[in-house]
């Protein structure tokens, strides 16, 4: 038994198949999975498909991509949301300094408001960073989102900032990056997170984990994510499963 933390099957790359792509997770013994949305229209695929299965749970942000189309309306909409029962997490929200379509004031700024919506609502943070360690931390320290909590999503940083991350209640959540060959870093850090703060992803459709890396990603993969992170940590598959399933049981009250 398996819990996805974060998955995108309202992204287009599911839109063919994504009810065969939800039975062979739980054919895999993925039997609960957070569905992010990050957008209007990903954010609406998420609230149908969460009434849809009921092992399903929605996660509501604006991603720093697309910061420049976030507006008050758009936050309040997104405060709305959070009252469903199976909305169980704001984000994905955060910085991401790859793309430029939304300078970094920009996305600070759509970042600072959704962090601060996650402490109104009592809600836990869903944060993605991409190249912006530095900016994530200050940022999370500053709008005291601790108060709040919540993951680290496919986390890419060193120790020192799993430690200030971990320091501010949040948990490090791996997905299939720490299971390519040449993931130093990644598989440094699963080995010193502790046992009560470990979360397990796919990000699918994105990341899809070693073996099948470069392909279309899909929930049933996290399996694997998790065989990885056992053999770093040297615990048994089952001792992981069991420790990563009841913290996001934990986090997400589920
Ligand atoms: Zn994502």
Not at 30 to 51: Q, R, S, Y
Not at 63 to 71: L, M, N
Not at 114 to 136: F, G, M, S, Y
Not at 163 to 192: H, Q, R, W
Request: aromatic letters at 8%; a negative charge.
């Amino acid at each position: 038994m398996l819990i996805d933390t974060h998955v995108h099957l309202n992204a287009d790359q599911f839109a063919d198949d994504v009810d065969d792509v939800i039975r062979r997770a739980q054919e895999a013994g993925i039997n609960k999975m957070v569905v992010v949305g990050f957008d209007t229209k990903t954010i609406n695929l998420a609230m149908e498909l969460i009434e849809t299965y009921p092992f399903l749970y929605a996660a509501v942000g604006w991603h720093p991509v697309d910061a420049v189309d976030f507006d008050d309306d758009k936050l309040a909409w997104l405060e709305e949301l959070t009252r469903h029962p199976k909305v169980v997490a704001v984000g994905e929200t955060g910085l991401d300094y790859h793309w430029d379509k939304s300078p970094h004031d920009v996305q600070k700024e759509a970042f600072r408001k959704q962090i601060a919506l996650a402490k109104k609502v009592k809600l836990p943070l869903i944060i993605h960073d991409r190249e912006a360690h530095e900016d994530i931390t200050a940022i999370l320290r500053e709008e005291e989102a601790a108060e709040a909590g919540g993951i680290m999503h496919c986390f890419q940083g060193d120790e020192e900032m799993a430690k200030a991350c971990l320091d501010m209640n949040f948990y490090i959540s791996f997905g299939g990056p720490v299971t390519f060959k040449n993931a130093k870093l990644p598989k440094e850090v699963a080995k010193i997170v502790p046992d009560d703060r470990l979360l397990i992803e796919t990000d699918a459709p994105y990341l899809a984990p070693h073996p099948y890396r470069g392909k279309r990603n899909e929930p049933a993969y996290v399996r694997l994510v998790a065989e990885q992170l056992a053999e770093l940590r040297g615990i048994t598959y089952e001792e992981l499963a069991a420790q990563t399933t009841k913290n996001a049981e934990t986090l997400f009250r589920l």
